[in-house]
């Protein structure tokens, strides 16, 4: 079985303003707010990424550990998959 690998929805339009991100769900027809932390992942997943990928760009942005950055992009990425924010692909 191939890895995963997260995007965010089609439908989703973002963009930073004033020190966080808004998320505008078009499909769903709402909006909400991430932190500078969220608006990274999200970007990140413009394209199909691995968890690890996830986790690394994090990395590169801000200086955390490897354990910080994965237990963060868990968190997000469990709340973004339940919200139909981000969707998991497998080949």
């Known amino acids: 079985m191939s890895e995963a690998r997260y995007r965010h929805h089609a439908d989703l339009l973002f963009t930073a303003l004033e020190g966080e991100g808004v998320v505008l769900?078009?499909?769903?027809?709402?909006?909400?707010?991430?932190?500078?932390?969220?608006?990274t992942l999200l970007e990140a997943t413009?394209?199909?990424?691995?968890?690890?990928?996830?986790v690394e760009a994090l990395m590169k942005e801000y200086e955390v550990s490897r354990e910080v950055a994965a237990e963060t992009t868990r968190?997000?990425?469990?709340q973004c998959l339940a919200a139909t924010v981000m969707i998991e692909e497998r080949e």
């Open 25 to 39: 769900h078009l499909g769903e027809r709402r909006y909400f707010t991430v932190n500078d932390t969220g608006l």
């Open 46 to 54: 413009r394209e199909p990424q691995t968890f690890d990928a996830m």
């Open 75 to 78: 968190k997000f990425l469990d």
